[in-house]
């Protein structure tokens, strides 16, 4: 009697812990239940979501460089002598052949005509000892004369044709040092400040002191430095240069309205920095451009090609990687490495990763995880309308036979 009580015991206790165990368990699923619908019921987050642009490109490459004159020209004096006059205003523009100073002229004057009047006397004794001569070959004839006042003869006159081409000469050298007292434009040009006033002497050789300078400014050079990939693929292909197209815009211009041709290319490329020097020619009709600015400039070449094109605030970096979040249908997000090539007009080429109508979420990558659901805040391409205005407003590139005319 006393072990089936104690078996009844024990049969209550495993019964009260299975309807415990299955009461925690329904307890659970209860709460489970309640507990998926809660999530569930949390909104998406709301991103910016763009459909990458494709577009008809062609590959562009921007430098940086400064502009150069075609010709500079240091005005130096190549006689000496007292300054008398300063013809032009500083920084004004002069055409060639333009009088710029002049330098005392009397002293340059009175040697022209010590000159000249050395070659009348050249040529008094030239005619006398021609003269001369003729008379002594006819007496010789008839053995009037001894031989050797012929040749005597013979060398006066030889004398005097030499001392007559030497005052020739000195009239001319004379002349000359008188045009040099008058110091003009070699070149049209912007002049700058005169660097010696009226009243000073000045000296010639190869000391000789600056008196200002002169640059050409109806064109002008755009120096730059290109990169050997550039070089390779854009310009060593090129049979001619100039039909490279080469765009360049100032400083204070936001795009490349200025357009011209590559002029000459450097015979070695620097080691240390792995560049070449390129040197384009641009028209500098209104003056305004100077030596020395800085400009843009923007380098093209061949096949115009369809790319993709994304914002650059598009794009995440995971170490060494670069990549997107892309939106398929469904408003799901994943994660897509991408291969980027050059920027253009503010947006990023896309040389691998995205193909052309796929969305990609382009602000608000920081709240969100690849795989997360999302709501989709359809917006346009941050900078697209910038890269479809350009393409429709950049020049062409024109023949080369145009474009270098007039170099």
């Not at 001319?172 to 400040?193: H, Q």
């Not at 382009?362 to 205005?389: C, F, K, S």
Request: without cysteine; charged residues 20%; glycine residues 6%.
């Amino acid at each position: 009697m006393s072990l089936s009580r104690k078996q009844l015991t024990l049969s209550a206790v495993i019964i009260a812990i299975f309807a415990t165990g299955g009461s925690f368990l329904l307890f659970q699923e209860n709460a489970d239940a309640k507990a998926t619908p809660a999530a569930n019921s949390q909104p998406a987050t709301t991103v910016d979501v763009a459909t990458v642009v494709n577009k008809t490109i062609t590959d562009w490459q921007e430098y940086s460089g400064r502009l150069e004159a075609i010709d500079q020209v240091d005005i130096r004096p190549q006689i000496s002598g007292k300054l008398i006059a300063v013809h032009f205003k500083d920084g004004s523009l002069v055409n060639k052949g333009d009088l710029l100073f002049s330098i005392d002229p009397r002293p340059f004057e009175a040697e022209l005509n010590r000159a000249k009047a050395q070659l009348a006397s050249a040529e008094a004794q030239v005619t006398y000892s021609s003269a001369n001569l003729s008379r002594n070959q006819r007496l010789i004839e008839s053995n009037a004369i001894a031989r050797q006042e012929l040749d005597q003869a013979q060398n006066e006159a030889r004398s005097a044709n030499a001392n007559l081409q030497a005052a020739r000469a000195a009239v001319e050298s004379a002349r000359l040092n008188l045009e040099y007292t008058r110091i003009t434009a070699p070149v049209s040009g912007r002049i700058s400040r005169a660097e010696v006033t009226v009243g000073n002497v000045v000296s010639a050789g190869n000391g000789a002191q600056v008196l200002t300078r002169l640059v050409s400014v109806s064109r002008l050079y755009a120096s730059f430095d290109v990169d050997e990939q550039t070089y390779l693929k854009y310009i060593s292909n090129q049979r001619n240069s100039a039909q490279v197209p080469v765009y360049m815009g100032l400083a204070n211009e936001s795009g490349f309205s200025r357009q011209g041709y590559i002029s000459s290319i450097d015979n070695n490329l620097d080691s240390t920095s792995g560049t070449i020097r390129v040197r384009a020619t641009f028209e500098n009709p209104t003056g305004v451009m100077l030596p020395g600015l800085y400009a843009r400039i923007r380098l093209g070449g061949g096949q115009p090609r369809s790319a993709i094109l994304i914002n650059p605030t598009a794009i995440g970096v995971d170490q060494d990687k670069r990549f997107v979040v892309v939106v398929d249908a469904k408003n799901q997000t994943a994660y897509r490495e991408v291969k980027l090539g050059a920027q253009q007009d503010g947006l990023q080429i896309v040389d691998g990763g995205l193909k052309a109508g796929e969305r990609i979420v382009v602000n608000g990558l920081q709240r969100i995880r690849p795989g997360d659901p999302i709501t989709p805040h359809l917006v346009a391409m941050p900078n697209a309308q910038i890269i479809a205005e350009n393409s429709s407003s950049q020049p062409q590139p024109t023949d080369k036979n145009s474009t270098s005319a007039k170099g």
